[in-house]
């Protein structure tokens, strides 16, 4: 294994760890609501007109962020080392397994786990199970 040193960032991973945190409290204390990414944007197809304000903030939030701390140089320059072929798959496959699973990430690893839900915990534990196994059979067994 190798660890990239140069590229290594507590600070700014404990920082951004914290705000996470800080915005899923606030979502379900002030919204009720679960900060799945997953729910939010399968919400905002077929949500009535109540539900779509939040939800499509929250979204062109997720959006925005990014190009804005990109804009402004806070961003390292983005390189992937896949085709679009195999990002179009993962994405796919992504989707199913958050369909599959009943939410994403952010809604079991992130909202699920810190109440104590333990669908959550075996959601997590599955997905992460499935990533690990994924990158060693990529990138040992397949040599990519």
Known sequence: ?????????????????????????????INGRIAGISGILG?????????????????????????????????????????????????FLVGLGTRYAGGCTSGHGVCGISRGALRSMVATITFMTAGFVTVFVVRHLLGG
């Not at 990239?4 to 379900?28: C, E, K, N, R």
């Not at 009535?48 to 804009?71: D, Q, S, T």
């Open 1 to 29: 294994m190798h660890i990239d040193w140069s590229h290594f960032t507590p600070a700014y991973s404990l920082a951004g760890g914290i705000v996470i945190g800080l915005a899923v409290a606030v979502m379900i204390l």
């Open 43 to 91: 919400g905002l197809l077929r949500a009535g007109a109540g539900e779509r304000g939040w939800r499509a903030a929250f979204i062109a939030g997720l959006v925005i962020a990014p190009l804005a701390a990109r804009a402004w140089g806070w961003l390292p320059p983005l390189h992937i080392e896949a085709g679009w072929p195999a990002v179009i798959a993962a994405g």
